[in-house]
């Protein structure tokens, strides 16, 4: 097997495991995970579905490297392992700079706005990762559907972060007014 679709199973692996560490925690603190969408619920849910499923093409790609009719070049496929690595490496050190409030959605209990760690650079580290591993999919399964799907989750995301502003904004007020003047959005 190629050592691009090693690297790349091994980071959907590390991800899955961080995943799985952070629900067993949630559910033993009794924490929800899931709050309330940001969007409509049918596009906020397309937007995750179209999303994950890109994801789940590329680690299918890098599993089974005969199952696409289109191959990639090897250098193509080390840009893709190197940004589907470094995406996941900046969700992995945002779940721990977010700690406890971590949600998908919006939380239905009192949180602080998190400004240190990556959060220092960016002000949504997870969705930048995400997108990260949605461009890396693109160009190691640079299929159509694939294509579509990955952009499609990345617009509806992007609508998802800017109604999770309007909520810090409400919520925070002059603290988010400051923290989102020093930081941009992505990077």
Not at 6 to 28: C, H, K, P, Q, S
Not at 62 to 90: C, K, M, Q
Request: aromatic residues 12%.
């Amino acid at each position: 097997m190629p050592l691009p679709n090693l690297v790349i199973i091994l980071t959907f692996t590390i991800l899955g495991i961080a995943m799985m560490i952070n629900g067993a925690r949630y559910r033993d603190k009794g924490i929800r995970f899931w709050g309330k969408p940001t969007i409509e619920n049918n596009l906020f849910l397309s937007g995750k579905i179209s999303l994950f499923t890109s994801w789940a093409l590329l680690l299918m790609k890098a599993i089974l490297p005969e199952w696409d009719w289109n191959p990639v070049s090897e250098n193509l496929a080390w840009i893709a392992a190197s940004l589907n690595f470094v995406g996941t490496l900046i969700m992995l050190i945002a779940f721990v700079n977010l700690g406890s409030s971590l949600r998908v959605g919006l939380p239905e209990t009192p949180t602080t706005l998190q400004t240190k760690g990556v959060y220092r650079i960016s002000r949504n580290p997870i969705y930048l990762g995400v997108f990260l591993i949605c461009i890396a999919s693109c160009l190691f399964f640079p299929n159509p559907i694939n294509i579509v799907l990955a952009l499609y989750g990345m617009f509806m995301h992007n609508r998802i972060i800017l109604g999770e502003e309007k909520f810090l904004s409400d919520r925070f007020g002059k603290e988010w007014e400051g923290y989102s003047s020093r930081v941009r959005r992505y990077i």
